[in-house]
T-cell receptor, first 114, second 113 residues
Framework: DAMVIQNPRYQVTQFGKPVTLSCSQT?????MYWYQQKSSQAPKLLFH???????NEADTPDNFQSRRPNTSFCFLDIRSPGLGDAAMYLC?????????????FGNGTRLTVT | AQSVTQPDIHITVSEGASLELRCNYS??????LFWYVQSPGQGLQLLLK??????LVQGIKGFEAEFKRSQSSFNLRKPSVHWSDAAEYFC???????????FGDGTTLTVKP
């Protein structure tokens, strides 16, 4: 089945220690998104790629970076995680020109910062 | 700017009872509207969407939603709730040509036996 896969499902990192979360998709969608979701809150868009074009949200901290080496893969790098960065991180995809298309989500990575 | 309000943070219903989850949106034109469901520890799954045509849309798992432009609402309904429907529900609005969705804060549904 075509899908969005996030690894790992659970990630524990230390305060200030860089961490990378990964997302892969077999849907061949052009657009990929990274959302941060804290407990009992709405997913908050961090950034998205339209093909290789990177679009950062204005309020996304510089501590968060992303890479998309090819259509299938996208990475979220947190350079110096703080306690406030503990959250669920959701990757989602959408086809090009599909504003009326739903987002396809992975199951998320739960990040804990100790 | 677009926004979504889900007035009910938490709703509890008995199994077999009917359900309505409220969603109000703010958007300058005809919006694309979505309802997603999230089970604990999982990503979001699409229940249904609206972007044009019939204002009553049917989704998966027996859910439906009605778009009411005059009320800027897109409420989700189900005639008879099952215990497996317990989850968090998010309403979202999508912007034309922006490719981004804005989510409401979600409504947590608890189902009593």
């Amino acid at each position: 089945d075509a899908m969005v896969i996030q690894n790992p499902r659970y990630q524990v990192t230390q305060f200030g220690k860089p961490v990378t979360l990964s997302c892969s998709q077999t849907l061949n969608h052009n657009v990929m998104y990274w959302y941060q979701q804290k407990s009992s809150q709405a997913p908050k868009l961090l950034f998205h790629y339209y093909d290789k074009d990177f679009n950062n949200e204005a309020d996304t901290p510089d501590n968060f970076q992303s890479r998309r080496p090819n259509t299938s893969f996208c990475f979220l790098d947190i350079r110096s995680p703080g306690l406030g960065d503990a959250a669920m991180y959701l990757c989602a995809t959408r086809p090009r020109g599909g504003d009326n298309s739903p987002l396809h989500f992975g199951n998320g990575t739960r990040l804990t910062v100790t | 700017a677009q926004s979504v309000t889900q007035p009910d943070i938490h709703i509890t219903v008995s199994e077999g009872a009917s359900l309505e989850l409220r969603c109000n949106y703010s958007y300058g034109a005809t919006p694309y509207l979505f309802w997603y469901v999230q089970s604990p520890g999982q990503g979001l799954q699409l229940l249904l969407k609206y972007f044009s045509g019939d204002t009553l849309v049917q989704g998966i798992k027996g859910f439906e939603a009605e778009f009411k432009r005059s009320q800027s609402s897109f409420n989700l309904r189900k005639p008879s709730v099952h215990w497996s429907d317990a989850a968090e529900y998010f309403c979202a609005v999508g912007a034309v040509n922006a490719g981004k969705s804005t989510f409401g804060d979600g409504t947590t549904l608890t189902v009593k036996p």
